[in-house]
């Protein structure tokens, strides 16, 4: 019989297919090179195909999208109850063909080639700014080991350079100046990195209708919005605004059990880039209030009041989120309220 459903699991070399057909009959049960598998989707009729969103996995669905088949991309953690007994790469196959065919699952969109490229460089971006901060510290704790300090901050990383640079400064041995100099050559050289990315990052989807509509909510610049816009290619594929805060992560851990409600903090689930940006752009918003001494009245100004400023934080990034859902789900424009 026609082979309806497919479960297929990447790899880099080898994949492993497994086919069912309309009654769930196991029809098909294969390993396929990697110079073969576009071969063997270009024989089989239109078909449902499951994968796993992995590395690779919207490469992969883009090409077998185009021989004609219908191609799902699941969470990885969604399918791993479907896996029986030991884990195999066939046995992994088998539970995505089951996992996709399951109604209540859930599925990743289907990112374009373009969305990818803006991706990349957001997450090289943030590799870059890890590695200067990862600098920042060793310049600060091999200057402490010479009685030499400076404020916190990056900002204030510049007092120490000069000092570093200034050949006059008795507490600074000579024979230690070279090594700290180097560190600080490649700590100019990674702000100029990092710049570039940034430009690079925003540079292609600034004129996109829906970066202009998510950059007018308070607390989402250039960056934030044009990494939910490349992250998130359709937000219909959320069924409300709390359900995508749910998938970033901003909203309460649960414990609950016997009627009883246990909340505990945010879960730090789904996509943590997102998530530290909004939070980051929430933190902006509160200090802007507080300088402005919000009055209680607000929504805001009443939860910086009763609430710890990183709680209220994690709140309104939360609250955020679902603006901005909002904003791609239904296309409307941000509208200020109290």
Not at 11 to 22: E, P
Not at 146 to 159: E, S, T, W
Not at 253 to 278: F, N, T, W
Not at 279 to 305: D, F, M, Y
Request: charged share 20%; hydrophobic share 45%; with cysteine.
């Amino acid at each position: 019989m026609q082979i309806t459903t497919i479960g297929l699991d990447l790899a880099k070399s080898i994949f492993h297919v497994h086919g069912v057909d309309a009654h769930g009959c196991e029809r098909i049960r294969k390993k396929l090179r990697r110079g073969e598998l576009l071969k063997f989707f270009a024989k089989l009729p239109p078909c449902m195909v499951g994968m796993e969103a992995c590395a690779g996995a919207h490469h992969w669905a883009r090409q077998i999208t185009a021989l004609g088949h219908e191609v799902k991309l699941m969470p990885p953690a969604y399918v791993k109850p479907y896996v029986r007994r030991q884990k195999n790469d066939m046995a992994d196959a088998a539970a995505i063909c089951e996992a996709v065919s399951r109604p209540s699952m859930r599925y990743v969109p289907i990112k374009s080639a373009s969305q990818q490229a803006t991706l990349l460089a957001h997450r090289g971006r943030s590799l870059l700014i890890r590695q200067r901060t990862s600098l920042i510290n060793a310049i600060r704790a091999h200057c402490l080991e010479f009685g030499l300090v400076a404020a916190r901050g990056p900002a204030n990383i510049a007092a120490l350079i000069a000092t570093i640079q200034d050949d006059r400064n008795p507490l600074l041995p000579q024979e230690a100046r070279p090594a700290l100099l180097i560190l600080v050559e490649q700590l100019h050289f990674l702000n100029q990195r990092i710049a570039a990315m940034e430009k690079e990052a925003t540079a292609t989807r600034r004129l996109d209708d829906r970066v202009k509509r998510l950059m007018s909510i308070p607390g989402i610049g250039i960056i934030t919005a044009t990494a939910i816009a490349a992250t998130v290619p359709d937000a219909k594929a959320f069924r409300s605004g709390r359900e995508f805060a749910a998938w970033i992560g901003l909203v309460p851990r649960q414990h609950s059990s016997g009627g009883k409600e246990r909340l505990g903090g945010h879960i730090k689930m789904g996509d943590s880039y997102l998530r530290r940006l909004l939070i980051s752009g929430a933190q902006a918003v509160i200090a802007h209030s507080s300088r402005r001494k919000e009055t209680a009245a607000t929504w805001l100004g009443a939860l910086i009041a009763r609430k710890p400023r990183m709680v209220a934080a994690v709140a309104l990034a939360n609250k955020t989120a679902r603006i901005a859902w909002v904003i791609m789900a239904r296309g409307e424009h941000y509208r200020a309220i109290a």
